[in-house]
């Protein structure tokens, strides 16, 4: 079992995608063990994209995620950081393949509507940068054997 981090980035909440995002990954059988709804900081934002701090469009992310509150969802599942990456789609909407969540809702690099975290390690560092520990939940998936048989 993997946990994963999402952000629904201001343009899901703006553009009224909060509902649809969700749903698709409740079908998609993860289980959401956390959710709540935050305003991102110039701090936070510097240590979650710490990677882009030296792109020229940096500054521009770092406005677009501060336009509205944004909403952080804690996924769990088998190989649930994978499975989420692949739901989203990649990084340009125009680019990324139709039934992925940036492929069916996002024309832009920059407005892609989700965040995913891209592995193991990231997710764990994401989860505790957004998440208390009694902001996670555990409980029981009652559903687990028809979602996963005997995988
Ligand atoms: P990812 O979100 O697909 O993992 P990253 O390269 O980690 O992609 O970039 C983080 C976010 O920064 C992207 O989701 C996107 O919103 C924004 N971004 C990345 N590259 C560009 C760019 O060239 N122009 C504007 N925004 C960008």
Partial sequence: ?????VILKPSAIQRGLVGEVISRFEKKGLQLIGMKMIYLTDEILEEHYAHLKDKPFFQRIKESMKVSPVIVLALKGVDAVEVVRKMAGI??????QPGTIRGDYSMSVQENIVHASDSPETAQTELERFFSTTELFNYPQLMHPNIYAND
């Avoid at 990084?91 to 990324?96: F, K, L, P, V």
Wanted: charged letters at 25%; aromatic letters at 0%; a positive charge.
């Fill in 1 to 5: 079992m993997q946990k994963t981090l």
């Fill in 91 to 96: 990084t340009n909407g125009r680019e990324a």
